[in-house]
């Protein structure tokens, strides 16, 4: 590891202004993955700014207005033992819970995850579902964007000279809502998703889906929504043979490679069976009251 000039801001401003400064600087959170590519020289940054020490880094706060709120350097495993994120969340729950191990996960943080833009993210499509925004401070002020417009291609996210991401928003779900998250991996933990589908869904009278967005993970190069499945599904009843068809759907849409890991056409399949089991399950999730889903 190179030797590099290290910062400790304790204010977004004083973060913004030496990023502005040190416009190649590296801002460490977590530093799962930073800390690993800086030691086998990956990266070689001459200046590191640490944002760990920010107001309020590490919370999760909720509130029926505002939502649920994520701090710079609130950790992954918060997010999966948060009982408020398990009740009104789960997809994000589930997702924070698939990454690494325990160890890891107590020190990655979920903004991390989210700006390292890997197309594989599992905490991702928890946040798109449930409509996420990041918030962005910069020398110029501060902004709010989508996460599924933030993520722009692989290692790229929408940020301009001495800007980083200061919390994630996520607002509160509509009244019957449910939401799940599934990956495939070739083993179950300490790997990277093969493919990843995320949804969430409301319910209107009579079971109907009322809406729902579908996210899926590793097969494009950012999270991509599914809309065309959306659609087939939004406003119908959701039986098996719409959920089939949902599910062709969402794989046709999907823009997977072939590697090392897996095929195209394997991607492909595992998107057409998880897409159905997921809306399934959030749709499960969503006839769920929350009290019941808390004793479960």
Excluded: W
């Excluded at 913004?16 to 590519?37: E, F, I, N, S, W």
């Excluded at 197309?119 to 989508?146: F, Q």
């Excluded at 098996?240 to 949902?246: G, I, N, R």
């Amino acid at each position: 590891m190179n030797a590099f000039e290290y910062f400790l801001p304790t204010s977004a401003k004083e973060a913004a202004q030496l990023l502005h400064k040190y416009p190649k600087a590296m801002v460490l959170a977590g530093g799962t993955d930073l800390l690993v590519r800086m030691k086998v020289r990956v990266y070689q940054p001459s200046v590191v700014i640490d944002i760990k020490r920010l107001p309020k880094a590490d919370e999760i706060r909720y509130s029926t207005k505002g939502g649920l709120t994520l701090g710079t350097a609130t950790s992954v495993r918060q997010v999966e033992l948060s009982q408020t994120v398990i009740d009104r969340y789960p997809a994000l729950s589930q997702g924070a819970g698939f990454i690494g191990s325990p160890q890891i996960r107590n020190r990655a943080t979920v903004i991390g995850n989210i700006v390292n833009a890997a197309p594989s993210a599992d905490t991702a499509p928890g946040v798109i579902v449930h409509g996420g925004k990041v918030n962005i401070a910069g020398p110029k002020g501060r902004r709010s964007m989508l996460c599924e417009d933030f993520i722009t291609g692989p290692g790229k996210r929408d940020l301009k000279r001495g800007e980083f991401v200061s919390s994630i928003q996520i607002p509160t779900p509509p009244a019957r809502t449910g939401s799940a998250y599934v990956r495939h991996t070739p083993r179950f933990a300490m790997d990277i998703a093969v493919v990843g589908v995320g949804a969430a869904v409301t319910l209107g009278s009579k079971n109907v889906c009322k809406d729902v967005k579908i996210v899926l993970g590793a097969v494009a190069p950012v999270p991509m929504r599914a809309v065309e499945a959306e659609a087939i599904l939004r406003g119908n009843e959701l039986t098996p043979q719409l959920l089939a068809e949902a599910g062709e759907a969402a794989a046709a849409e999907t823009k997977p490679i072939s590697d090392i890991r897996a095929s195209e056409e394997f991607r492909r399949e595992l998107v057409r069976v998880l897409t159905q089991r997921m809306v399934s399950a959030a749709s499960d999730s969503a006839q769920t009251p929350i009290a019941k889903r808390r004793a479960a």
